[in-house]
């Protein structure tokens, strides 16, 4: 990714902005069809698309530390008392220098993937960090984990998925491979069956019936 | 899971997508979320429509309004004061 020239660039920007729209169809079987909640549905499509230039190990590893260290600022912060917008922005700045801290840790060590860190989207980081308090203030610090771990679960599985099946040279290979991603999404959206794990949530509701006969 | 259990709860439970696409959007149409969320007016509208309302003792729509709030609520030995707009602690200004 590093050097190339200007063709071995655009091919691999060509590549991402393809392979967007297949993670986010991904995303949508993931929430609707299997019924995980995550943060938003922004966060888990653009933190797949940064794991696949970063590699999974090191992309999970780069999002802990961020969203970690991010959470435990972002509690400091609590201190300040100051208003939402420049909360984010303040939480924009402490993201790009843990990135820049990161960028330069990786040069030092030798570590490819942690050069690639500037593709991990700040803004939607600062983002999961304000979501994650948000959620730790309103619904408990277990909550905001979960949310947390399933988000990072998508993300990862979308990396899988995405890997194993070779997804990133078909779509490029055949871009009108979109046009069913397209119908797909369509399809689930007016889908009205129970999901996955709905199937487990309202479980309890037949068992008393069932021994009633 | 038994398979009978699948079965039923696929017949009989109501999953997120459903509820969205039978009943949160034909029901809810986005003209009248302005309605419904102002108190004043959708308690104006259900009573209109003979549904019982509780009572509203007095609306307050000015911060200076509230130096009668005493005088107003003299009379009862128990009230609540919510926002005209907003739910679950929000609408406060």
């Given at each position: 990714?590093?050097?190339?020239?200007?063709?071995?660039?655009?091919?691999?920007?060509?590549?991402?902005?393809?392979?967007?729209?297949?993670?986010?169809?991904?995303?949508?079987?993931?929430r609707s069809v299997i019924g995980i909640e995550t943060f938003g549905t922004f966060a888990p499509v653009i933190v797949s698309l940064a794991f696949l230039m970063t590699g999974l190990a090191w992309g999970v590893a780069i999002f802990c530390v961020i969203v970690g260290l991010g959470v435990v600022l972002r509690s400091a912060l609590q201190w300040f008392r100051i208003q939402l917008v420049a909360?984010?922005?303040?939480?924009?700045?402490?993201?790009?220098?843990?990135?820049?801290?990161?960028?330069v840790v990786g040069a030092y060590l030798g570590v490819g993937a942690l050069?690639?860190?500037?593709?991990?989207?700040?803004?939607i980081m600062s983002n999961v960090i304000e979501n994650f308090t948000t959620t730790q203030v309103e619904l408990g610090t277990r909550e905001a984990i979960r949310l947390t771990r399933n988000t990072l679960f998508v993300c990862a599985a979308c990396y899988l998925v995405i890997e194993w099946?070779?997804?990133?040279?078909?779509?490029?290979?055949?871009?009108?491979?979109?046009?069913?991603?397209?119908?797909?999404?369509?399809?689930?959206?007016?889908w009205r069956g129970l999901r996955l794990l709905e199937y487990l949530r309202f479980s309890d509701l037949v068992r008393p019936a069932a021994s009633e006969r | 899971m038994k398979l009978e259990t699948l079965r039923r709860l696929r017949r009989d439970a109501l999953g997120m997508n459903r509820r969205n696409l039978e009943f949160l959007v034909p029901y809810n149409p986005p003209g009248l979320f302005a309605v419904v969320d102002y108190k004043p007016g959708t308690k104006?509208?259900?009573?209109?429509?003979?549904?019982?309302?509780?009572?509203?003792?007095?609306?307050l729509s000015r911060q200076w309004d509230l130096r009668r709030?005493?005088?107003?609520?003299?009379?009862?030995?128990?009230?609540?004061?919510?926002?005209?707009?907003?739910?679950g602690g929000g609408g406060w200004s």
């Open positions: 990714m590093v050097g190339g020239g200007a063709g071995a660039g655009a091919a691999q920007a060509i590549n991402l902005i393809l392979v967007l729209p297949v993670i986010a169809c991904i995303v949508v079987i993931f909360r984010l922005a303040v939480l924009i700045a402490l993201v790009s220098v843990m990135m820049a801290g990161l960028t050069l690639n860190v500037s593709i991990f989207p700040m803004v099946a070779g997804l990133q040279s078909i779509v490029l290979s055949f871009p009108e491979v979109l046009l069913g991603v397209v119908a797909l999404e369509i399809a689930i959206g007016k | 104006r509208r259900l009573s209109a429509a003979g549904i019982p309302v509780p009572a509203t003792y007095a609306v709030l005493a005088a107003l609520v003299a009379g009862w030995t128990s009230f609540v004061v919510k926002p005209a707009r907003g739910a």
